[in-house]
């Protein structure tokens, strides 16, 4: 599949709009890759530094968007997103866009039906990366979408990360994105809750967190095995950590006797609780994630009464 190519009243292959930390970041790495790019901002004076490295900067979205087959979006939110194309619908026609601004699935899958309504080619975005990580082989993008989109534009996204193509629900990428990061600051305030308590014996964040990173690295190698379980829905295949012995009421007892909010690990308490209610104690602790859960349609009237109730 080949790259779209430009018309001869195209100025540049790729039209950068939005020139944050990332959007910037994403220009940059296409000019140094030596991609011909126009950029756009919405407050004018972002652009200094892409402009002398050999970026052609637009005057307006409705310039940007007509300077080139491809159009990358990086903006804030969706509302932006919105705001910015709608006005411009007619120009994008024939064009394909790729929104690398962090949506929710739905989001995405609303940019995607509009896309289509008007003749638009969308892939959708998700970025797992910082700004410093873009040009490098660390940084993830997922992508979902048009597939046709991602093939042809593929030698171009590989410039930014490593590139992942996630199926043609153009929410798809954001939902990984997102349930990615769901880990992630739950980890976060896992460590900043610990951090909490021993503070009040005097030890600092800073020694917490050289203790707190090694052993959390090592417990990730534990993913595998709850996910093992996950897929294989059977929590009572030996050798898992029971419901029982995961009971988490002395450490949520500890925080509160030192004076910290227990909130989060009382969360994770509450979850282990409802299954040891229902029951299940015996059995494995991934066992919560049948009180997380989205209902299986497909085993719905199999399922006990307790299962598949969101949180
Ligand atoms: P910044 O806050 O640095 O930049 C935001 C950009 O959006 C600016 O160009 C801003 O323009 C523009 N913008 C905001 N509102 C509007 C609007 N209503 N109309 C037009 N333009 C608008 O954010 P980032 O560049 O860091 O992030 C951009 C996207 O990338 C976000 O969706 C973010 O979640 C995602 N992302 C960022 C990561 C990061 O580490 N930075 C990591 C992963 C994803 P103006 O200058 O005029 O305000």
Redesign the pocket.
């Known amino acids: 599949m080949s790259e779209p190519t430009r018309n001869p009243a195209q100025l540049t292959d790729i039209s950068m709009?939005?020139?944050?930390?990332?959007?910037?970041?994403l220009a940059t790495a296409l000019l140094d890759a030596g991609r011909s790019v126009t950029v756009w901002?919405?407050?004018p004076g972002?652009a200094a530094e892409l402009e002398s490295r050999g970026a052609h900067v637009a005057g307006s979205?409705r310039e940007a968007v007509a300077a080139s087959p491809v159009v990358v979006a990086?903006?804030?939110?969706y509302?932006?997103?919105r705001?910015?194309l709608g006005p411009v619908v007619e120009r994008l026609c024939g064009r394909t866009l790729v929104n690398?601004?962090?949506?929710t699935p739905d989001e995405s899958r609303q940019l995607a039906a509009w896309a289509a309504e008007f003749g638009i080619t969308y892939l959708d975005g998700?970025?797992?990366?910082?700004?410093t990580m873009i040009g490098t082989r660390e940084g993830q993008i997922f992508y979902s979408g048009s597939r046709k989109a991602y093939d042809a534009v593929l030698p171009m996204l590989d410039i930014w990360a490593t590139s992942e193509f996630h199926g043609e629900d153009a929410g798809r990428a954001s939902l990984v994105?997102l349930a990615m990061l769901s880990g992630m600051y739950q980890m976060f305030a896992g460590f900043l809750h610990g951090a909490a308590m021993v503070a009040t014996t005097g030890m600092s964040a800073s020694e917490f967190a050289a203790r707190q990173a090694p052993f959390l690295s090592a417990m990730t190698r534990g993913l595998a095995a709850y996910a093992e379980v996950v897929d294989g829905g059977d929590y009572t295949v030996p050798g898992q950590q029971s419901l029982d012995f995961s009971d988490l009421s002395h450490l949520v007892r500890a925080s509160a006797d030192q004076g910290v909010d227990p909130t989060p690990i009382a969360a994770v308490q509450e979850l282990i609780g409802r299954q040891i209610a229902a029951g299940h104690g015996p059995e494995g602790l991934a066992r919560i994630y049948e009180s997380l859960r989205a209902p299986r349609p497909t085993t719905r009237a199999a399922t006990r009464p307790e299962e598949g109730t969101a949180a």
């Not at 990086?74 to 939110?77: I, T, V, Y």
């Open positions: 709009l939005g020139l944050g930390a990332m959007g910037s970041a901002n919405r407050t972002r979205v990086c903006l804030l939110k509302a932006s997103v705001d910015t690398v601004t962090t949506t998700a970025v797992m990366a910082v700004p994105d």
